[in-house]
């Protein structure tokens, strides 16, 4: 809680993110705080599925002014990149509140102020949203789920495929979590990867060098697409070790989405019936914007913004959106850049505004 003059910067969410926007502030020199949600600077990873892994090496997966711990070409687990966002802030001390979870963002003549749920307070000239997606996961409503038995979660909820041996699995998205979760339980239980689109897998390493080296030399990421609109998604499903292996021998095997539940299962697009015991849905995330002002989020709940500046509200930022910036935006490597440029507007602003700093 800030007493005295206001703050000139507070960042939401303490991911790669939020934590990349501290680092440029804090070399800035500027009068900052980091309010985190959870109980230590890591974001959402301890929240994801154990098993899961970078698609990028470490040396493509650090936050400027700290290299990923480990060889280069390794994939760091969901645990590692945890720990390594923790040691980020510990390393340049970045000021981080814990448990200190938003609910509002309200506009006040010079600036905004930001109140948790536990009731405190803060002042800021300049509020830097980056709370990602993780806390909305995206769960559609399926035909016959009020009088369906069968057992449906979001991926969200996955950690680990010991309590699913020996079920019948459904898993519903051609993304790669969905596949990654679909080949993990197929070695306890009989999987099915259901999906609205052909599943189109792109190998990790073409060539002999990873997908993202090829990105970087070639310069596509880089391109700021985001001055003509959000970037579309055009993730593909990455290829990692033992996934061709395991929709080669059928489990999981591929099919076009259920048409509905049925009491005790799902109903197949061939009209067939089959007793099911989990749909787990591999169907993604929103961004979510509930605390902030009304006027900063479009009437379909997306962020008003270009290029992670605000077209609305002189003042905020936001950081981590998926193609905000450029086609990387979104993932670990394009944290540094895009906060970068983000904070280097907000400086201006912060100039423009004649306050003390």
Known sequence: MTGGAPLDALVIGAGSAGLAAAYWLARRSLKFTVLEAGPSPSGAWPAYYSSLKLFT?????????LPFPGPPGHYP???????????????????????????????????????????????????VAATGTFRRPLQPTLPGAKSSAVKVMHSSAYRHPEPFAGERIVVVGAGNSGAQIAAELGRMARVTLAARRPLRLFPQRPLGHDLTDWLTWSGVERLPLGAFGRVPDAQPVIAVPGLRAALGHGNPDVRPMFTALTRDGVRWADDTVESVDTVILATGYGWNGSYLPAGAISTDGEPCQRLGISTALPGLYFMGLPGQRTVASGTVRAAGPDAKAAVRHLARHLEGTHAPH
């Open 77 to 127: 687990s969901r645990d590692a990149m945890a720990a390594y966002l923790r040691a980020y802030a510990a390393h340049f001390a970045l000021p981080v509140e814990r448990d200190a979870d938003v609910i509002r963002v309200q506009s006040q003549v010079g600036g905004f102020e930001v109140t948790a749920r536990d009731g405190r307070t803060w002042s800021s000239r300049t509020v």
């Open 57 to 65: 090496p470490a040396r493509h997966s650090s936050l400027p002014g």
